[in-house]
């Protein structure tokens, strides 16, 4: 499957502690993105990569949030000392900068709930 | 700052009726926007995409219009069957020099009953 792929698909975790989301995206697509998703809600944009820069962090993504993508393939979301409030679900994209459209294919989603 | 807005919130309709849903957002410097559909719990599939210069993207019995100006775009579903039923979520991603990112409105859940 050549598609954007994340990983766990779920995650269920108690509060305080880290956990740590992996995301691959689309076969040379340069650009990744991370999106959240709470229930009843549309996404919400968080950071977004191009290669291995991270060109754009949205304010909520607080001091707890932090993303790397080391080598400008995969990506990691990591959330430390979990909170209740992050319970949603974490959506990956890519995309292919001067690519038809520059359109962003989505993943699977991490559903994360913190107990 | 950019916002979507999708109405209605949610919607339930006979098989076989057509239908439209609604999308507005209040910066029309956008550099395109897509429609996307979203079934329980899974992540997001593209529906169509059209790009700030265009009227209208069709795809199937799936149909957008864009009216930039306005800050209006429609997505239109012909013949609704029960297999359409889900959420349905349009985005706007402002121009190039503004970033990458996609506003997202909150969606409009489609049933379609049999």
């Known amino acids: 499957d050549t598609g954007v792929s994340q990983d766990p698909r779920h995650k269920i975790t108690k509060r305080g502690q880290n956990v740590t989301f992996r995301c691959d995206p689309i076969s040379e697509h340069n650009r990744l993105y991370w999106y959240r998703q709470t229930l009843g809600q549309g996404p919400e944009f968080l950071t977004y990569f191009q290669n291995e820069a991270q060109l754009e962090k949205s304010r909520l993504l607080s001091d707890r949030f932090s993303a790397e993508r080391p080598k400008g393939s995969f990506s990691t979301l990591e959330i430390q000392r979990t909170e209740q409030g992050d319970s949603a679900m974490y959506l990956c994209?890519?995309?292919?900068?001067?690519?038809?459209?520059?359109?962003?294919?989505f993943g699977p989603g991490t559903r994360l709930t913190v107990l | 700052k950019q916002e979507v807005t999708q109405i209605p919130a949610a919607l339930s309709v006979p098989e076989g009726e057509n239908l439209v849903l609604n999308c507005s957002f209040t910066d029309s410097a956008i550099y395109n926007l897509q429609w996307f559909r979203q079934d329980p719990g899974k992540g997001l599939t593209s529906l169509l995409l059209i790009q700030s210069s265009q009227r209208e993207q069709t795809s199937g019995r799936l149909n957008a219009s864009l009216d930039k100006s306005s800050g209006r775009s429609t997505l239109y579903i012909a013949a609704s069957q029960p297999g359409d039923s889900a959420t349905y979520l349009c985005a706007v991603r402002l121009t190039e020099t503004s970033g990458s990112r996609l506003t997202f409105g909150e969606g409009t859940q489609l049933t379609v009953n049999p």
């Open positions: 994209a890519s995309s292919l900068v001067g690519g038809p459209d520059n359109e962003q294919f």
